[in-house]
């Protein structure tokens, strides 16, 4: 895979994707497209399109932001330690393209008790063939 320079990753995202992706910014909680969207898919990397999350391990966190308890493929993440802003955390970027994601916690539901917590801004979504045609609540 060819790395984009900055410039063109200005040219193809939103101002809002590219802060987000490209400077480790985080969206206001529960302003994101994907906080409250249920429809059977995935969840792709808005960089590069390797595919994150499936909308299987998608769960309503209360916290404002898209969160799953398991990334599509161990592979697909890379986890960072993150001291930002006065608190110890994990960074999740993908492995592919380094585009921020979010954030994983451990306090998620079981089987695997975590909690990816990613900014919409940062995924695109591809419905399920057998979903294509149903409506998103």
């Not at 060819?2 to 101002?15: C, F, G, I, N, P």
């Not at 909680?29 to 909308?55: K, M, N, Q, V």
């Not at 960072?80 to 585009?99: K, L, N, P, Y």
Request: aromatic share 10%; glycine share 6%.
């Amino acid at each position: 895979m060819t790395k984009k320079t900055d410039q063109e990753y200005k040219q193809s995202l939103s101002d809002i994707q590219y802060r987000v992706t490209r400077e480790a910014a985080t969206e206001r909680p529960f302003s994101g497209e994907y906080c409250d969207h249920w429809a059977d898919g995935r969840y792709t990397c808005i960089c590069c399109g390797t595919p994150l999350f499936h909308a299987s391990t998608k769960f309503d966190a209360g916290c404002g932001w898209p969160s799953y308890n398991a990334p599509a493929d161990d592979q697909v993440i890379t986890e960072i330690r993150d001291v930002s802003h006065g608190m110890v955390r994990t960074e999740v970027r993908c492995s592919q393209c380094d585009a921020h994601l979010g954030h994983v916690f451990d306090d998620g539901p079981q089987p695997t008790g975590l909690r990816y917590c990613i900014n919409s801004a940062s995924l695109s979504f591809e419905p399920s063939e057998n979903a294509a045609s149903s409506k998103t609540e």
